[in-house]
Nanobody
Framework: QVQLVESGGGLVQPGGSLRLSCAASGFTFSLYAMSWYRQAPGKERELVAA????????NYAESVKGRFTISKNDATRMVSLQMNSLKPEDTAVYYC???????????WGQGTQVTVSS
């Protein structure tokens, strides 16, 4: 059974930091590119950060470049998102995503809420 379980969300003040984690099981983690998406109320889900299956390349939304860092650990089957200098506009539900394009397979986590507010 495929599972992606996010953790680490919460309430943080502007300028603060959070680290999101996603634990994967039920599929060959090392073969999948991983990413984080977010969805704010009334807005479409958007890509925040992505990392290739090998971990050799990353990609970020312009709005988070220089503030967020995605990382992948095949040994622990975890993907993380370190979020620094958080802004109120970062408030959203954050979702972990796994994709293997060659097999047309995509999995989603249930999401974790991040709220940036004073």
């Amino acid at each position: 059974q495929v599972q992606l379980v996010e953790s680490g969300g919460g309430l943080v003040q502007p300028g603060g930091s959070l680290r999101l984690s996603c634990a994967a099981s039920g599929f060959t983690f090392s073969l999948y590119a991983m990413s984080w998406y977010r969805q704010a109320p009334g807005k479409e889900r958007e890509l925040v950060a992505a990392i290739t299956s090998s971990g050799s390349s990353t990609n970020y939304a312009e709005s988070v470049k220089g503030r967020f860092t995605i990382s992948k650990n095949d040994a622990t089957r975890m993907v993380s998102l370190q979020m620094n200098s958080l802004k109120p506009e970062d408030t959203a539900v954050y979702y972990c995503n796994a994709v293997r394009a060659s097999q047309n397979r995509r999995y989603w986590g249930q999401g974790t809420q991040v709220t940036v507010s004073s």
